[in-house]
């Protein structure tokens, strides 16, 4: 019997194993092959979605556009091509019935064809998004939509998600080994055969298909070198060490704001939401997205009222400065944070006072307004490096993905080799877009997996 080895039960490896039982039964040829899914921990599958979205599971997002993803046109292809094997045309044909409301407050009300803001209602997703919505319907998930296109389970718990991907991995036919930690893959001698698998217990596994699932920090622990070469992953999608002078004075606080990541002048990267100062730098939602760009040195220029172009900000800040003259009378001085009370918090304004060089013991001058208006619009600060690896969320770096074709995941000079997940060299900002590709890069490298096991003639007699 033929063996489909999947490394790794987390997003990928579940929806691989998920979509390659079901492919083989589909050919008729559940009895030729063996789907065995090896997983390091010692005792469940999927851990790693749990912690996901603060433990909600922000599983996918509505609005799918490859452009979000690092190495676009390899995300593009390999998407298009599950669309095409999951048979979704252009503009889906899939309507999935597990969404509930597209609005932010997630009505509980069924509302049929998926209806996306921005979009016509008679659309449903598109290529990108449908075979992903169409394998959480069938497995029975219900979700809602939130801000941003953000999807969540329609329980509001991580747990559903697993659930429901454990339940179709039992239907699946795949056997589950635990605390089976792949150290090395080798390619089988020849080309011809089955690749043997090298597990940190010292025992081996042999098998003729193999998809690597192992996530981004898994990737380089898993010596490749003899199949496939694989770049040192770092940590992104996470908080940013800065200049700490000004932000450990604002330690937990969050502000709404737009935020520019600057280098040597010119614009990298623009982000707009919550940001949360740390006392090492800065954290939040916009920064983890920014951190995919930032480079030691750069600048982050936070601009706290980023609605009001600044000719409005400097008019708003001399009618605040005159209407509080106006009360105090002649004898009266304004105090600058007096200014900007209401505007923002007490301790907010007090920083942005020192960094604008105001001098609380002087009368607030013309040139003082102007300065407090810049720091306003663009409090700048120097990004020392990406913050808490623990806290990143993604990893960039890990297999090639010039070494693996799209249309099937297939590693391009090691046949019968696949892989998925962040194991690639694929991430993307927050908002379910890394578990998109997760899933979607599973069950195309699944699909392909069990395809090939069926459609090969003569392989596992060479070794
Ligand atoms: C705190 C946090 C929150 C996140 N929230 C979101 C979110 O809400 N939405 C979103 O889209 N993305 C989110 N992400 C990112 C998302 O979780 C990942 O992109 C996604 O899980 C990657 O899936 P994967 O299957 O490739 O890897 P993983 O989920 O990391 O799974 C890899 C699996 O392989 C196993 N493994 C590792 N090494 C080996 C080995 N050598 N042998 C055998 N098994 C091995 C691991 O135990 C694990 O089960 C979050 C990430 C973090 C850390």
Not at 8 to 36: H, K
Not at 172 to 198: C, Q, T
Not at 419 to 431: K, W
Request: net charge neutral; aromatic share 6%.
């Amino acid at each position: 019997m033929k063996k489909i080895a999947i490394i790794g039960g987390g997003a990928a490896g579940l929806a691989a194993a998920i979509a390659a039982g079901n492919e083989l039964a589909r050919l008729g040829a559940a009895d030729e092959c063996e789907i065995v899914l090896f997983e390091a921990d010692p005792e469940r599958v999927g851990r790693s979605i749990l912690a996901t979205g603060n433990g909600r599971c922000n599983f996918s997002n509505a609005h799918i556009d490859p452009a979000c993803y690092r190495n676009t046109d390899f995300v593009e292809a390999a998407l298009r091509s599950l669309a095409r094997l999951s048979g979704v045309s252009e503009w889906g044909s899939a309507q999935p019935v597990g969404a509930y409301g597209a609005s932010a407050q997630g009505s509980a009300q069924p509302v049929g064809a998926f209806e996306a803001p921005g979009r016509e209602s008679t659309q449903s997703a598109s290529v990108f998004e449908a075979p992903v919505q169409r394998f959480f319907s069938d497995l029975g998930l219900m979700w809602r939509e939130e801000g941003e296109g953000r999807m969540y389970p329609a329980a509001n718990k991580a747990s559903s998600v697993l659930d429901v991907l454990r339940a179709a991995l039992d239907v699946s036919g795949a056997r589950v080994e635990f605390r089976k930690a792949l150290r090395a893959i080798e390619a089988p001698a020849r080309g011809k055969g089955r690749f043997h698998l090298r597990f940190s217990d010292g025992t081996i596994a042999h098998a003729e298909k193999v998809v690597l699932a192992v996530g981004g920090r898994g990737v380089s622990a898993v010596d490749t070198s003899s199949v496939i070469p694989c770049e040192l992953t770092r940590p992104v999608l996470g908080p940013l060490v800065t200049d700490s002078r000004i932000t450990r004075q604002l330690n937990n606080i969050r502000v709404k704001c737009a935020v520019s990541l600057e280098r040597s002048g010119s614009l990298v990267a623009r982000e707009e939401g919550e940001l949360l100062f740390r006392d090492y730098g800065v954290s939040g939602v916009c920064v983890f997205n920014l951190s995919r760009f930032a480079c030691e040195g750069d600048v982050l220029s936070i601009d706290f009222l980023p609605h009001m172009p600044s000719a409005d900000r400097d008019a708003w800040l001399f009618a605040r400065r005159k209407h509080l003259s106006a009360r105090l009378g002649e004898n009266g001085q304004i105090a600058a944070e007096d200014v900007l009370r209401g505007a923002m918090l007490p301790q907010v304004a007090q920083v942005l006072c020192k960094c604008a060089g105001i001098d609380p013991a002087r009368p607030l001058s013309k040139k003082d307004v102007l300065a407090l208006s810049r720091v306003i619009g663009g409090l700048r600060l120097t990004v020392r490096g990406i913050g808490d690896a623990k806290q990143c969320q993604v990893s960039r770096g890990g297999l090639s993905i010039a070494a693996f074709d799209p249309q099937t995941m297939e590693a391009v000079r090691a046949s019968g080799l696949f892989a998925a997940g962040e194991a690639l060299d694929v991430d993307a900002p927050c908002g379910g877009y890394n578990l998109h590709w997760a899933w979607s890069s599973g069950l195309l490298a699944g699909v392909s997996a069990a395809r090939s096991a069926v459609s090969a003639d003569g392989e596992g007699e060479g070794e």
